[in-house]
């Protein structure tokens, strides 16, 4: 499985946009990037994912390297419900959900 | 979207029994992911369910410490036997609908 590899921990104020970067040099050509955060005492809840071009949703945006070697999730206006540990993972269809999970990247938010 | 209950939510147990954590989900999938998360880490994949056939098991999991059924489309249980403190965690099971994975609440195991 190919691994991507993330900041431990990273910190926002509230309201202020917040860039989370992710490295995935050994990606292959039909990996998808799946972003997923996990909120305290919750199970991980599904953020966005893409393949190739930048994808918008309405809880964040996700921008790919043209090489796909990295990606970036972008919180626009950061809030304290958005303090979690966020994960970015790679996944090909092939395998059916199955979701390796690196480390994550702690995001606090302050006011 | 796919709503996943868990049961128990939470449970403490003595060393050498085991837990039965039962997982039912609102759709019909095909595989269904069994994770454990230790305190402070991230989640590891322990195994995945098809309907009809054995689990698959990842590397450092074993079926006679994690038996795992899955007698239908809909709901899937995962045995953790033999417990000792070392299993005090979280587990959670996972399924695949849509190119998105949704994750029950967990089941918070401790053993004491």
């Known amino acids: 499985d190919a691994k991507t590899t993330q900041p431990n921990s990273m910190e926002s104020n509230e309201e202020e946009p917040v860039h989370l970067p992710c490295n995935h040099s050994?990606?292959?050509?039909?990996?998808?990037i799946h972003w997923y955060r996990q909120l305290p005492s919750q199970g991980p809840e599904y953020v966005i994912h893409?393949?190739?071009s930048n994808v918008n949703n309405r809880m964040a945006s996700l921008a790919i390297a043209e090489d796909r070697k990295s990606s970036t999730l972008i919180l626009h206006r950061a809030t304290l419900r958005d303090a979690a540990v966020y994960y970015c993972?790679?996944?090909?269809?092939?395998?059916?959900?199955?979701?390796?999970f690196g480390q994550g990247t702690e995001l606090s938010v302050k006011p | 979207s796919a709503v996943i209950s868990q049961k128990p939510s939470r449970d403490i147990c003595q060393r050498g029994t085991s837990l039965t954590i039962q997982c039912q989900v609102d759709?019909?999938?095909?595989?269904m992911f069994w994770y454990r998360q230790q305190p402070g880490q991230s989640l590891t994949l322990i195994a995945t369910a098809n309907q009809g056939s054995e689990a698959t098991y990842e590397s450092g999991f074993v079926i006679d410490k994690f038996p795992i059924s899955r007698p239908n489309l809909t709901f899937s249980t995962l045995t953790v036997s033999n417990l000792s403190p070392e299993d005090s965690s979280i587990y959670l099971c996972s399924v695949w609908e849509s190119a998105e994975a949704f994750f029950g609440q967990g089941t918070r195991l401790t053993v004491v």
């Open positions: 759709s019909q999938v095909t595989m």
């Open positions: 893409g393949l190739t």
């Open positions: 050994t990606i292959s050509g039909t990996d998808y």
């Open positions: 993972i790679l996944s090909n269809y092939n395998q059916g959900g199955k979701l390796i």
